[in-house]
């Protein structure tokens, strides 16, 4: 066979193509490489390491001998999986509403569902510490109102954490779920009504399946989110509430034991990887990782 | 399928946003059993007439009566029309079947006989097996005829479509056009069909309303409304036309010092227009004497456009007013040339005056 004319340069110029398309992406894999892929091997590496530096499996071990780290880890799983219980039935409504509005007022109000996101997250858990402890804003406020008589517990356990966390991660349910929303046709519903569909099971048959995989997004960040969450917990559970993270912390700054905290860190690391791929089961993954509507 | 149909009742139907009519005091009389066309430019408010029947637009006040029903205060899932969307509004999560058997499975049938009924409704379309199907899998046309099957599935006695067929390309629009009509035919359903297509109307109707800025300009069947337009939106919305500025006065309409005959005598003195269609002109030959039924018209040829089937001749009469003659290929004539052009008195419209704006 001879070759046509050209047909080297033409090939060589698609090869071209093709590397340069990969150039793009070369900083973005190297700061992957660096920052994510490399310390998280380390850390592996350093939870199958005794306190004396040879191999073990003794971290695991302890793991799952002591029933404090069970106790931690469901304690890490509960507030999650009530944050994102929460999130979801405030959220859920206020998505809704945005998505039925004009876009503009919409956009409006989405500025204010931001707001949180762009103060610091320091701030606002102490500012909640101030609002919710025993002689704080509420408690004053709701006994002078003569609702409640005895200062109510607000902060240092589960509810204080759940207010904090919640207010936290409600713009990161909502987003997705706004997006996926305002993607559905309008017309879907108008069909469904004149087939016949009471707004009550158009709203089940048809909407809520269709913003199901904007829903799962956002359920989805939000108690992964959770999962690793620290300043928020630990400022507002007062040591009541430990999560999986203040334990990490406390290997490291009273025990200086690396070795535990990784294993911490890869056991928390393969639960929540576990958790997506049953995630990613239950809806179909594009939905859940292109965070919007399916076409 | 049930062949029962009912007659559609509008009065006085108004929806303005803002200062604009949507629709301006509607009153249509909708015959049952008929297929008729709401045709009109895009925000003539053709649809919007449309969404009201269906129950999605709620308008400021009128009447809607389905038979004896009136339906205006009916909310849309209790109107029980079928209805095919312009973008057919598939549910996307659902197959093919489920589609279709979705309006049975809201009014509570079995799960058999949805599954029957689905499948029948889908053979009526030549889509019979396509029910496991996802949406995603079909074509244009296939899903053309999914969303008219879901439509028509629960029997609906009235049938409405929203431009069904503008996403197709023109050979499968033609061909749907067609079978749209006949099972139309086959159903009986009293069906209201919008479209801004004027061939598509004129093939497809019993009759068309033609609206404009939310009113009805002309309600008629094809032939007349192409035939004998009433006014100057509807001959020229509707297929080639030439207008002539022509003068009554005693009866007689004058076009400069000629006097025409016209297929209707006029009733009204003043100035008015005349309407001719370039099809129905013919160039006279030389020496050709055209009978007493037709006028003649003395015209100076511009330009000639070839077309293929035909060519479009531009001519100006000698007040400079131009006009469109269609005719053969054959021979061609220089610009300038002479001309002289028949048309019959029946082809010669008079136009109503403009009702002032």
Redesign the interface.
Known sequence: MTELPNARTLRRSALFERWSLLGLVAPALLLITVTMLLPVGWLFYLSLLSDAGEFSLEHYQRMWEHPSYARTFWTTFQVSFLTTAICIVLGYPLSYFLSEIPKRAANLCMIAVLLPLWTSLLVRTYAWLVLLQRRGLVNNWGIELGLWEEPLALVHNLAGTLIGTVHVMLPFLVLPLYSAMRAIDRNYLRAAANLGASPLRSFWLVFFPLAMPGLVTGALIVFILCLGFYVTPAVLGGGKVIMVSSRIANDIEIFFNWGAASALGVVLLVLTVLLVLAAGRLVRMDGVLGGGGSK | MSNASLPISIAQVTKRYGPMYALDHVDLEIRSGEFLTLLGPSGSGKTTLLTVL???TRPDGGSLKFGDAEMITV?????????V?Q?Y?????MSVADNVG??LK??GVGTAEIAQRAERALDMVRLGGYGKRGI?QLSGGQRQRVALA?AMV?EPRIMLMDEPLSALDKQLREHMQIELRQLHDKLGMTTVYVTHDQREALTMSDRIAVINSGRIMQLDTPRALYERPKNRFVAEFIGESTFLPVLVSGGRVHLGDQVLQTAEPAKTDGPQLVMLRPERLRLLGEGEVADDAFNTLDATLVATVYQGDSSLFQAALPDGTLLSVRGGTAGAIAPGAKLRIAVHCKDTVLLAPEAPA
Do not use: E, Q, S
């Open positions: 269906a129950g999605f909310p849309p899932h209790k109107r029980n029309v079928g209805m969307f973008n509004a598939l549910f996307p999560h979705f309006p809201l009014r995603d879901r629960f």
